[in-house]
């Protein structure tokens, strides 16, 4: 049985990517393509919608410090990776996360049929959208 709970990292398929992130040479590149390719996509697969997610809130720690219950994976990436200059990731970032939450993404499809847990999820990734924004 796999892992999965309303936080952002809470699920296999993100900390499957942010350990791929947290290993690669170049993770803006990485960072940048799970963005491009989720605002390109007509349906949302569930992986690349958590790899958005893993990025943006990636990208969220290291401009506004970490706020997820991240656990020291993403704190020490953030740690290596301060140095990084992100300010143009910002408008690609909050595009694919809106994506995410947008009709045609299969990871908020399978959180809208959870109707008890969904605005909690939602509000999750809408607070990393909006921290990216500001």
Not at 52 to 61: G, I, R
Not at 105 to 127: F, I, M, Q
Request: aromatic residues 8%; proline residues 3%.
């Amino acid at each position: 049985m796999g892992a999965w709970g309303m936080g952002i990292l809470q699920d296999d398929a993100a900390a499957d990517f942010l350990e791929e992130l947290c290993e690669a040479e170049d993770p803006l590149s990485l960072m940048k393509g799970a963005f491009v390719s989720a605002s390109a996509a007509k349906y949302l697969e569930y992986d690349p919608a958590h790899q958005v997610l893993v990025s943006a809130a990636a990208l969220d720690a290291l401009l506004n410090g970490t706020h997820y219950g991240s656990g020291e994976e993403l704190d020490a990436w953030v740690k290596r990776n301060r140095g990084l200059n992100v300010g143009a990731l910002k408008g690609p970032a909050v595009a694919a996360v809106r994506r995410v939450l947008a009709g045609g993404s299969e990871l908020n499809e399978l959180w809208l049929e959870n109707a008890k847990d969904y605005p909690t999820w939602r509000a999750g990734v809408e607070l990393i959208a909006g921290r990216l924004e500001a």
